[in-house]
C-alpha cells in the first residue's frame, strides 16, 4: 500500500521560491521514474519536472526549465522540487507521481496525465501573487 505525500505548497511573490516536498511510503522511489506535475484552473494536468529512475536524467517543461530542479533524498526516501523565479502563470496544485523504471524522464513529463501511474500524491497549492 504504498503512497505519496506532498507538502511545501503555499502563497509566494513573484520572483520566490519555493522548495515541495514528496514522501513516499510502502516503496522505494529510487526503483522508479519520478516526477512533478501541476494543474492550473480551468487547465489539464501537465508535466513539469521528471527524472529517470537508473540514469538519473531529467526533463523539464520548457516554461520551467531553468527555473525548477527535481531532485530526490535516497535516505529520507523523498523528491522535491525547487522553484526559484516563480511567476503567476506557475500558479497551481503541484502533485508527485512515480512510475515504471523503464519510463524516461522525457516520457514521464510528456505522456499525457491521463495515462497510467504506479503513483500519485494528493497535490499541494502553490499561489504566486503580488
Known amino acids: 500500500q504504498g503512497q505519496l505525500v506532498e507538502s511545501g505548497g503555499g502563497l509566494v511573490q513573484p520572483g520566490g521560491s519555493l522548495r515541495l516536498s514528496c514522501a513516499a511510503s510502502?516503496?522505494?522511489?529510487?526503483?522508479?521514474?519520478i516526477g512533478w506535475f501541476r494543474q492550473a484552473p480551468g487547465k489539464e494536468r501537465e508535466g513539469v519536472s521528471c527524472?529517470?529512475?537508473?540514469?538519473?536524467?531529467?526533463y523539464h517543461r520548457g516554461s520551467v526549465n531553468g527555473r525548477f530542479t527535481i531532485s530526490r533524498d535516497s535516505a529520507k526516501n523523498t523528491v522535491y522540487l525547487q522553484m526559484n523565479n516563480l511567476q503567476p502563470e506557475d500558479t497551481a496544485v503541484y502533485y508527485c507521481?512515480?512510475?515504471?523504471?523503464?519510463?524516461?524522464?522525457?516520457?514521464?513529463?510528456?505522456?499525457?496525465?491521463?495515462?497510467?501511474?504506479?503513483?500519485w500524491g494528493q497535490g499541494t497549492q502553490v499561489t504566486v501573487s503580488s
Open positions: 507521481s512515480a512510475h515504471s523504471p523503464t519510463t524516461t524522464a522525457q516520457a514521464m513529463c510528456l505522456m499525457s496525465a491521463r495515462a497510467k501511474r504506479d503513483y
Open positions: 510502502g516503496f522505494t522511489l529510487d526503483y522508479y521514474t
Open positions: 527524472r529517470g529512475s537508473s540514469d538519473g536524467s531529467t
